[in-house]
């Protein structure tokens, strides 16, 4: 409602409604005699008592305008009138494909079917559920059952695939020492030695597979327990002549100094020796200043022929047989025997250890 007042004292009668808490809008003030206002409906019996109790000469005009919210959000109304044609604008589109129940099939291949069939999220998509699950299923022989459900902006796509029965290869069982058979106690699988035969490492004991009643094989994997002798068997030799390295006594020395653990210069000596070790270690410089230098020393070494004395040193090379032969041995056996023979072939001393144990060939 708006009022179009003429009179005299008309600021005293807008302090007036102000302190009667009446809501005065577009209050605009022409000269000292004539301004207008606009009120809300509820106010306008109050302000037409304050008026004629003024006694001024007014104009009153009555006018329904836009509501006054209406009239003072039209920026708002308009944003929310375009979001909601956006909305409805853009629910159209597809702006996700979500694929559940894949195992063996990818997700990304499927994805790119859908696409090249014109399927694909950002662009709206008219095609049907059905055709969607017709599409797959005529891309895919491993697809056994397909849903597709449209929810929303999203395109959900619950798939199961046929199982797919791929025989197992199974290794056969082998045997891990060198050794004779002495009992077979096979679970499944087909035997491949009897007892009494002499096996080595590597050799097939068990096959995976099992004889049916029509006389088929199934493959099975094998499990048993393969008991005999096993054979523990070391060999150790000494060449009557040997060389080996050994210092000269010549050597060459470098530093690397650093400071904390800044390098700071390197004090080089060129290396000449065709053979040679090295041997480096740290070492403080002073102890006012945390100064530290790298010492790499390079000794040169030659070889030097040795001749053994096979009878002086035949204990040694028959204890490093037997030491060799016993580290050897698997957990949880039982020994039978142990013998170490020494030979003279070509200038070189053997000595072999041969322990007998009883124990799982297979394990």
Do not use: C
């Not at 290396?271 to 040679?276: P, R």
């Not at 090295?278 to 403080?284: A, K, L, M, P």
């Amino acid at each position: 409602m708006r009022f179009d007042l003429h009179g005299y004292n008309l600021d005293n009668l807008i302090k007036k409604l102000y302190l009667k808490k009446v809501t005065l809008y577009n209050v605009t003030k022409y000269s000292n005699e004539h301004l207008t206002f606009e009120i809300d409906d509820k106010d306008e019996k109050k302000v037409r008592r304050y008026i004629a109790n003024f006694k001024v000469k007014s104009t009153l005009r009555k006018i329904k305008l836009i509501p006054k919210f209406i009239a003072t959000n039209v920026g708002i109304l308009i944003g929310v009138f375009l979001g909601i044609i956006f909305a409805i604008f853009v629910s159209n589109y597809t702006w996700q494909i979500r694929i559940y129940g894949t195992i063996e099939l990818s997700e990304a291949d499927i994805i790119q079917v859908l696409k090249d069939n014109g399927i694909s999220t950002g662009k709206i998509n008219l095609t049907s559920s059905e055709d969607i699950e017709s599409i797959l299923l005529n891309n895919y022989d491993r697809i056994a059952q397909v849903s597709v459900i449209k929810q929303g902006t999203a395109i959900i796509i619950n798939l199961s695939e046929k199982l797919v029965y791929v025989e197992t290869e199974y290794e056969p069982i082998v045997a891990k020492f060198n050794g004779i058979i002495t009992d077979i106690n096979i679970i499944t699988g087909t035997s491949n030695v009897k007892i009494g035969d002499y096996v080595n490492v590597g050799d097939q004991l068990v096959l995976p597979f099992n004889i049916n009643s029509n006389g088929e094989k199934v493959s099975v994997e094998p499990l048993a327990e393969i008991k005999g002798q096993i054979f523990i068997i070391n060999k150790t030799e000494l060449k009557r002549t040997e060389y080996v390295l050994q210092r000269t006594g010549k050597s060459i020395v470098t530093y690397k100094y650093k400071l904390f653990d800044l390098n700071l210069f390197s004090g080089k000596s060129k290396n000449s020796f065709a053979l040679f070790e090295t041997v480096s270690y740290n070492e403080n410089v002073s102890r006012l200043i945390p100064l530290s230098r790298d010492v790499i020393v390079y000794y040169e070494l030659a070889p030097v022929e040795i001749l053994h004395d096979f009878d002086a040193e035949k204990d040694d090379l028959i204890e490093k047989s037997r030491t060799g032969a016993y580290d050897l041995l698997p957990a949880y056996t039982r020994m039978i025997d142990e013998q170490t023979s020494v030979s003279v072939l070509d200038d070189t001393m053997y000595a072999t250890t041969i322990i007998t144990i009883e124990g799982i060939i297979n394990d």
